[in-house]
Each structure stands twice: as structure tokens, then as C-alpha cells.
């Protein structure tokens, strides 16, 4: 659960319009975040509160044998305000597509990439917020970026062969000595009362966790260098580059980009489902999001972007980085005959070209034509879903989001490897995950319950089939 969809899951679908009628009216009035979810959150909880006994007994689905085995694949199973993946338009947030968010999303002075502060709010409150609101959230993240000493001490007295996803993971669960929640809750704080605590501690680990990141990149890649300090003039993303050691204006778009379009991706993924579930059990943000990155550690989650980038620097190693269309089919079939799968096609929900891949070729073709990695990956663009239809087995031939990203952070000289060519999970991953921070926490009162879902041994399974 990433950090951002926690905050979200507060408000309800876009189209309530007592929803948004009042965030309207707060938008209107305040640029702080708090006062406006103060106003939203009571609404909220009563309109949950009618719709669940109003349809607390309606039956929404079926759940089958293959459901249960296969990891609850297309089951209904979650309530899950601040993003929905379309199969045919792709992933939106609030309701609002990328393109759109794009468009209507606040901008920094002089970009042309919305900025992440942007899709934070509109998260949390299901509103398109004015450039003051972004702006005085890029200055209160600013304000909470500072780490406690034992953190940054900790970081430092790491080995560097300790993979960077274990750094950021224990640097995030040591930050929760900084967790008002959890100290609120063990002197006895009202129920009616986690939600202000739990923003607190949102708000503070967002802020801090682009400095959790820079500091291990600089640690493992600059010789231990300083990552500077936060300037409160600019924003997150901005913020983020500098403390990484890049100057290039081009970079810190990209950045604005790339944290905005991973930020959220539903609730059933591994991470934003384990953010979940840990936080049902109340505890802290921290640990709960330590826990979500743990799960994004997994090379079946965070490792695909990373493992596009070994393919096709194998494959120029192969046949060399000019090569024809009729090479690279050959190369794909090869591919496909040994019984492996070409990295950064298909998608478990998505039938159409993934629109996080599409904004970041438009990206590409904007700065970085000539990128000889970047025309290969336009290159099979035109040639893969061919071939993968041709195969049969596809049921989405056509790229997601990783088929492009870690060409993006490689033309930018973002290390993608550690130690021994091990691939590196780089820390810019779980940046991202802003999403789940806000909106697993920032759960309405009478809060979702505990999760605890009733499990079957197998030998149930074949009762029930009569077998």
C-alpha cells in the first residue's frame, strides 16, 4: 500500500457529489491539506457507514478454485478509492486518465511534467488542485524532510555489498522512533483521533523519504557525499535530483514524471495489498510501508523494469545495436522458443498498450531520439505484439510500463546494477509507492477491520468440488 493511496481511500469515487461539492468548497478556501481532509473525512465515514448497511449483504461475486490457487486473480476482494487499472484505458487516478492528469495537473515553473505534490492531492482529496495547494505542499514536505541522526548513522555503518532495498526497508522501519501515531496510541488517544496522527506521520515519511534514498545512492555511488540540503523554494522531485547529485533540468522532469505515473497502481498489488494489511493491524505508517518494500524488493515485482534492461543490453550484444526488423523477429522467436517470456510485454489486467509506457516514449522521442537503446525499444514496439499474436499465447501482446522506464533512468546515468552485476532494486523505486502511504492509513472511522480472511486446507477444496 503505497503511501499516496492511503490518504485517498478516505473520499469515496469521484461522482459523489456531496464529496465533491465539499472538497470544492475547502479547496476554495485553505491550502492546508489537514483542514481540508478534516472537513472530507466526516462525510466520508457517514456516507461508508449508510452504503454499508443500506448493501452490507449484497453478494458482488464468485470465487473459484483456480481464484483460491492462483492468488486471488480476478477476485473481488478490495474497497479501493484512488485508483482503478481500466483494461482498455489503463490505470486512473481519481477517475482522472494520464493524460489527463498531465494536462490538468500543476506544473513547475517552466515544465511541462506534472508534478507529484499535484497527484498526492488529488489522491487523498479527489480534487485537481490549484498551484498554491502544490505549492505549499512541496514547502511542508520540505519542512519534514530532516532525518534523526541514528538513521543517518545506521545508513552509514552499512556494508555496501547490503542491497539497497535492504537499506531503504531498515531505514524506514528505524524511522518509526519518529511515529506520533504510535506513541498517540499507547497513551490512549480516542479512535476518533488516528486519522490526525496517522497524516503526521504520512506527511513525514513522504518528506524524508526521498533523503532515506539519496543518502544510500550516495553512500554505494558517490563515495559517501553529502547529500546537501533540502531548499524549501523547490519542489519534491527537484529536491530528489539534487540530493542524487544530478543538474540536469531534463532529469528532474523525467523524475516529476516517472513519481507520478508509478505513484499509484490499485490496491491488489504486492506492496500497496502488504501496505494494507499490515497497517489493518494499526500499526504505524513506517512499518507498514517497510513492509510494502519488502514485498517490492521481490523479483517478481520491483525487478521487472531491471530485468528489460539485462534482455536488451543481451540482445545488442548479440546482433549488435543496428540491426534489422527481420534480426530482431528472429531474436524474439528465439526468445519465445526456449521458453522465456520477453520482458516488459504483457499485462495481467491491461489489453491495450500500457499509457505509463506511451508517456514515457513520448518522453523519449522528445529528449532522447537518438538514444540508441531507446530506438531499439521503439524498434520493438513495432515488431513484438506481432510476433506474441503470431504466438497465440499472449492475452496482451503490447507493453506495460517497464518496457521503457529503466532506459529512461539508464540514458541518465542512474546506476541499475550492484555488486557483481546483482541487479539493484535503486531506492527511486519505492519513492514512488507515495500512493499507498497516504491512503492505507488515512482510512475512514469506523476504520476497515483487521484482515483476516478465512483460509481452507485443500482437502476442503475437495469437498467442495466432490472429489
Same mark, same amino acid.
Given at each position: 500500500m503505497a503511501? @499516496? *493511496?492511503?490518504?485517498a481511500r478516505l473520499f469515496g469515487a469521484k461522482n459523489a457529489s456531496c464529496l465533491v461539492l465539499a472538497a470544492r468548497h475547502a479547496s476554495a478556501s485553505s491550502t492546508n491539506l489537514k483542514d481540508i481532509l478534516a472537513d472530507l473525512i466526516p462525510k466520508e465515514q457517514a456516507r461508508i457507514k449508510t452504503f454499508r448497511q443500506q448493501h %452490507? !449483504? *449484497?453478494v458482488v461475486g464468485q470465487i473459484t478454485v483456480d481464484m483460491m490457487y492462483g492468488g486471488m486473480r480476478g477476485m473481488k476482494g478490495l474497497v479501493y478509492e484512488t485508483s482503478v487499472l481500466d483494461p482498455d484505458e489503463g490505470i486512473r487516478f481519481r477517475g482522472y486518465s494520464i493524460p489527463e492528469c498531465q494536462k490538468l495537473l500543476p506544473k513547475a515553473k517552466g515544465g511541462e511534467e506534472p508534478l507529484p505534490e499535484g497527484l498526492f492531492w488529488l489522491l487523498v482529496t479527489g480534487q485537481i488542485p490549484t498551484e498554491e495547494q502544490v505549492s505549499w505542499l512541496s514547502k511542508e514536505w520540505a519542512k519534514r524532510a530532516a532525518l534523526p541522526s541514528h538513521v543517518v548513522t545506521m545508513l552509514d555503518n552499512f556494508p555496501t555489498n547490503l542491497h539497497p532495498m535492504s537499506q531503504l526497508s531498515a531505514a524506514i522501519t528505524a524511522l518509526n522512533s519518529e511515529s506520533n501515531f504510535a506513541r498517540a496510541y499507547a497513551e490512549g488517544i480516542n479512535r476518533t483521533k488516528y486519522w490526525e496522527l496517522i497524516y503526521e506521520d504520512c506527511m513525514d515519511l513522504i518528506a524524508k523519504l526521498p533523503c532515506v534514498a539519496a543518502k544510500i545512492y550516495r553512500n554505494l555511488y558517490r563515495e559517501g557525499s553529502s547529500i546537501g540540503a533540502i531548499d524549501s523554494k523547490l519542489d519534491w522531485?527537484?529536491? +530528489?535530483?539534487?540530493? @542524487? %547529485?544530478? *543538474?540536469? &533540468? $531534463? +532529469?528532474? /522532469?523525467?523524475?516529476?514524471l516517472y513519481l507520478t505515473i508509478h505513484s499509484?497502481? /490499485?490496491? %491488489?498489488?504486492?506492496?500497496?495489498?502488504?501496505?494494507?494489511?499490515?497497517?489493518?493491524?494499526?500499526?504505524?505508517?513506517y512499518l507498514s510501508f517497510a513492509a510494502a518494500m519488502n514485498g517490492l524488493a521481490g523479483p517478481l515485482h520491483?525487478?521487472?523494469n531491471q530485468e528489460v534492461l539485462v534482455w536488451l543490453t543481451q540482445l545488442q550484444k548479440e546482433v549488435g545495436k543496428d540491426v534489422s526488423d527481420e534480426k530482431l523477429r528472429d531474436y524474439i522467436w528465439n526468445t519465445l522458443n526456449s521458453g522465456r517470456v520477453v520482458p516488459g510485454y504483457g499485462h495481467a489486467v491491461l489489453r491495450k498498450t500500457d499509457p505509463r509506457y506511451t508517456c514515457q516514449?513520448? +518522453?523519449?522521442? !522528445?529528449?532522447?531520439?537518438?538514444?540508441?537503446? +531507446?530506438?531499439l525499444v521503439a524498434q520493438l514496439y513495432k515488431i513484438v505484439p506481432n510476433v506474441l499474436? /503470431? $504466438?497465440?499465447? &499472449? !492475452?496482451?501482446?503490447?507493453?506495460n510500463v517497464d518496457a521503457h522506464s529503466g532506459v529512461l533512468l539508464q540514458f541518465y546515468l542512474i546506476v541499475l546494477r550492484h555488486d557483481r552485476d546483482e541487479l539493484l532494486h535503486s531506492p527511486v523505486w519505492g519513492i514512488t509507492s507515495t500512493g499507498c502511504t497516504g491512503t492505507a492509513? @488515512? /482510512?475512514?472511522?469506523?476504520?476497515l477491520p483487521t484482515r483476516e480472511t478465512q483460509v481452507h486446507e485443500h482437502r476442503w477444496s475437495d469437498e467442495v468440488c466432490g472429489l
Open positions: 503511501l @499516496l *493511496t492511503a490518504a %452490507g !449483504k *449484497t522531485s527537484h529536491n +530528489f535530483t539534487n540530493m @542524487l %547529485g544530478y *543538474t540536469d &533540468a $531534463q +532529469f528532474t /522532469e523525467l523524475m516529476r499509484d497502481h /490499485e490496491g %491488489g498489488n504486492v506492496s500497496a495489498h502488504t501496505s494494507h494489511l499490515v497497517g489493518s493491524a494499526l500499526s504505524d505508517p520491483g525487478l521487472a516514449r513520448e +518522453f523519449a522521442l !522528445k529528449h532522447l531520439p537518438h538514444d540508441s537503446m +531507446f530506438k499474436l /503470431e $504466438q497465440g499465447k &499472449a !492475452k496482451n501482446p503490447w507493453p492509513h @488515512l /482510512e475512514p472511522s469506523p476504520r
